[in-house]
DNA sequence: CCATCTTTGTGCACGCGTTCACAAAGACAT
DNA sequence: ATGTCTTTGTGAACGCGTGCACAAAGATGG
C-alpha cells in the first residue's frame, strides 16, 4: 500500500521555494497592518522588521512574485497585499472542517484568525453524539456519521484534525476518501496519507520539548559545570497532591 | 542590543543540530508507545517508520546522541527513552504559566501532552478580573497584577502567551523581566526579546495559508482559469481594532 | 573459532536556504 | 537633462540538512 507522504517535492516547476511559501503569511500580516494604518509604501528594511526577518531574504522572497518593488521606495502595500494573497490563494473562500470539538476544537472554532482570512468553518464535527445539535461559536456540532455528506455538499478540501490522537488516522482516512486533500493535524500522532494529500502538524508539546532543551542548555551553561552522562537529580517534584481536577485529556499523548 | 549579555547565537549547543532536536520528540513519543507495548528493542527502520522520518536520518539524529544503538539488533527502547528525555531535559519537572485564558488557554492548560511529559502548569493568569479565581482544568485563574510574584515563587522560566495579539508584546516584556527565559507564543505577532530569551511560535492561521497555497497549485494545475479577479479588499476586520490592528489569538464569545 | 547475517554509524555528495555585496533602476532636486 | 541618492533585485558564496551507500561491529549458528 502507498504510505502516503507528508511532504512531497510537489511541482518542481517554476515554483515558489516552500520556505518562502511559509513567510509569505508573515509578510501579509505586516503588510495588513501597515494597510489599515492607511501606509502608501514601505521599504524591504521596514517591512522585514516588522515581519522579524531578514531584509534580503524578504526581497528573495518577494522576488519570486516578481518585481512588485520600485527601487528608490520601496514597496506599494495596497498592491502586495493583494498580489501575497492571490498567490496564497486567499482571494477565494475555503470552507474548512473542524473534527473533534473538544477544548481545541472548540478554540478552533472560535479563532478569529480564520475567517478574516478566507477561511470559513463550513462545519464542526464531533463523534460524541451528545455534542450532536449543540451550538459552538455559533456553529452546531453535527456527528461523525454524517462526515462524508458534509464534506461533499460543502465542497470541502481542507480539513482539521483535533481529535485525540487513536481516533486521528480514522478520521484522516475517512476525510480522504470524502475528498479532502489538505490536513492540518493537531493530534499528536503521525497520519498516513496517499500522494497528492498535503498534511501539517502542529504539536503542542513537541514545541514545548524543544524549548526545554534550549532551557536546559542555558542552565548547564551557567552552572558551567560538565554535565555527567548520568542523571542530574533535580528537585524531586515533591507531592503533587494528586490531579488538580481531572483533566479531560482533549489529547492524550 | 539591550541586556544583551549572553553572546551565543542561541545555536551551537554541544553539536546537536537544531533539525535534530526538533525530531527528538517525536522519536521519543515513539519510542514512549513501543515502551507502553513492552516491545525491548527497536532497529531504526521501524522507529523510522513509526516517527514518519527516514531511517537513515534517525540513525544520524541518533549518533550526534551518542553510540545507544546494537549493530545486528537495533536500539533499547527504555534505554533510548531515558537517553532522549535526558538530553531534552525532561527529566526535571518544567514549571510553566499560561497567560490568557481564552478558549485557546483553556484548551492548553486542559492539554494531556503536558503534564505527562514533565511540564507542570504552575499557573494561568488572565488579565479579566471577571476570570480571577475561576478554575480552568482545576486550577484557579490569578489575576496579571500578580505575574511578577507568581513567576518567582514558582521559579518559572517557560512562559506560554495564549493572550490577542494587542497583549503580547506587552505580556512577554513582563514575562521576561521577571525571569523567564523561554516563550511559546501563540499570539498572531511577532515578539522582540533580548538575547539569551528563546521565542517560539505557533501561528494556527498561517499553517491553514500555507495549506491554502498547495491547495490552490493543486486545483490551478487542471484549470488554470477560475481568477475570479475580486476586489482585494474584501477582508472585514471582524471586530476589536487594536493598534496592532491584526486578529486576536483566540476571543472569548 | 569461524562464517554469515543483520543493523548500526558515518563519510560523502547534493540540493536548498540564507546571507552578503553590489550593480541596476528609478525618484527627486536642481 | 543630469547628477545624486535611495532602494530594489540578484549573482555568488557559504552553511546546513538530507539521503545514499558502505564499511565496521556485533549477534547468531554451526
New interface residues.
Partial sequence: MA?GR?HRP??RSR?IPEAT??R???Y???L??LS??SVPTVSSEELAA???VNSAKLRKDFSYLGSYGTRGVGYDV?YL??QI????????D?P?VIVGI???G???A??????????RVAALIDADPAMAGKPV?GIPVQHTDDLEKIIQDNGV??G?IATPAGAAQQVCDRLVAAGV????NFA?T?LTVPD?V?V?K??????????????????G?ETAAGDGAL??T????SA?QG???????????
Wanted: net charge negative; glycine share 10%; aromatic share 6%.
Fill in positions: 504510505t507528508t510537489a511541482t515554483g511559501v511559509a509569505l503569511p508573515l501579509l500580516r505586516a495588513t497592518a489599515e494604518r516588522a515581519a522579524g495596497e497585499v493583494y494573497s492571490r498567490e496564497l490563494g486567499l482571494t477565494q475555503w474548512v473538544g477544548n481545541l472548540a478554540a478552533l472560535n479563532y478569529g484568525g480564520f475567517a478574516s482570512r478566507g477561511f461559536a478540501s481542507i482539521v486533500t489538505s490536513i492540518l499528536p503521525v497528492g498535503d501539517r502542529v504539536d503542542l508539546s513537541i514545541e514545548l520539548q524543544i524549548l526545554a532543551f534550549h532551557e536546559q542548555r542555558k542552565a551553561e542523571p542530574a533535580t528537585r524531586d517534584a503533587d490531579p488538580d481536577g481531572d483533566v479531560p485529556a482533549v489529547m492524550p499523548a
